[in-house]
């Protein structure tokens, strides 16, 4: 019903997932680890043979709590912290949307922390056993970044008009 109302209006239906998660330019794990603040530094969190997730050092080192509030005034609402990592945090991890499973990834790569958008009941024992925080900003808060900036990436490069329709989910 959805796509064939889109038709019906004329209208362009794009759709991505981990290439948008992924990308260095429009990507939603590499816009956000910058808006953190962090430089990006290199790739983990592989699924399916590739790498979805970008990591990078903060210009000086935080306290976990502080990172959340960072990540909070980004994301615009509640973070959840597990804080299972140092008292001081460097390296920093980015997976948006669901990527708490890639907690033994982060921490075989020496990250402090892990921003996601949501794990599950067990991330919390991960996160608290391997000893790296674990911050949960949202699925969907932490994946709006990628389409918006291929949106703005469209409309200056081909001067195609765009609209973003935000439809949080509280999840």
């Known amino acids: 019903r959805k ?5 019906e209006g004329e209208l362009a239906l794009y759709s991505c ?10 990507g939603n794990c590499a816009l956000l680890a910058r808006e953190l603040g962090l430089d990006l530094e290199g790739r983990f969190a592989h699924y ?12 000086e080192a935080t306290s976990p709590s502080d990172l959340c509030a960072r990540l909070e005034g980004v994301l615009g ?13 460097e390296r920093v991890g980015v997976v948006t949307g669901g990527g708490a499973s890639f907690v033994q990834e982060a921490v075989e790569e020496g990250l402090h922390a892990l921003v996601t958008g949501e794990g599950s009941h067990h ?7 391997l000893g790296i925080s674990l911050l949960l900003g949202g ?7 990628g389409v918006r900036a291929l949106g703005a990436h469209l409309e200056q490069r081909f001067g195609l ?11």
């Open 123 to 129: 991330s919390h024992f991960d996160a608290m056993e």
């Open 77 to 89: 609402g509640a973070v959840h912290l597990i804080a299972g990592g140092p008292e001081r945090v």
């Open 161 to 171: 008009p765009w609209d973003f329709v935000d439809q949080p989910t509280g999840l």
């Open 17 to 26: 997932h981990l290439p948008l998660d992924s990308h260095v330019e429009v």
């Open 48 to 59: 399916r043979g590739a790498p979805t997730g970008w990591w990078g050092s903060l210009a």
């Open 3 to 7: 796509v064939r109302m889109l038709l």
């Open 139 to 145: 699925h969907y808060a932490t994946e709006t970044f």
